[in-house]
Nanobody, 120 residues
């Protein structure tokens, strides 16, 4: 079983950048389709980005496309979310997640979340 631990959240100004990390332990991350989700206060959790198991394909929600980049470090067994040009509407708790299959409609493992706050 894999465990996921996020880090890197914080409070920034609009226009700033931030990089979130998700450390995988228990199994190498390339066994999993990997994703980032976020949940803003009073809203449902929403998809942000995902990368398939071999790292060849990435997908982003429209509101972050061109600003956020999902990537991974094989040696460190860590996934990243580089967030540029942050906006107040990006404020949320960010979660990383892993799915055992590239074809699964859901994610099987979740981190505990890290808070990102963007002020105007």
């Amino acid at each position: 079983q894999v465990q996921l631990v996020e880090s890197g959240g914080g409070s920034v100004q609009a226009g700033d950048s931030l990089t979130l990390s998700c450390a995988f332990s228990g199994r190498a991350f390339h066994y999993y389709r990997r994703g980032w989700f976020r949940q803003a206060p009073g809203k449902e959790r929403e998809f942000v980005a995902l990368i398939n198991r071999n790292g060849a394909s990435t997908y982003y929600t429209a509101s972050v496309k061109g600003r956020f980049t999902i990537s991974g470090d094989v040696a460190g067994n860590t996934m990243y979310l580089q967030m540029n040009m942050l906006k107040p509407e990006d404020t949320a708790v960010y979660y990383c997640a892993a799915a055992r299959s590239d074809y699964s409609s859901s994610f099987d493992y979740w981190g505990q979340g890290t808070q990102v706050t963007v002020s105007s």
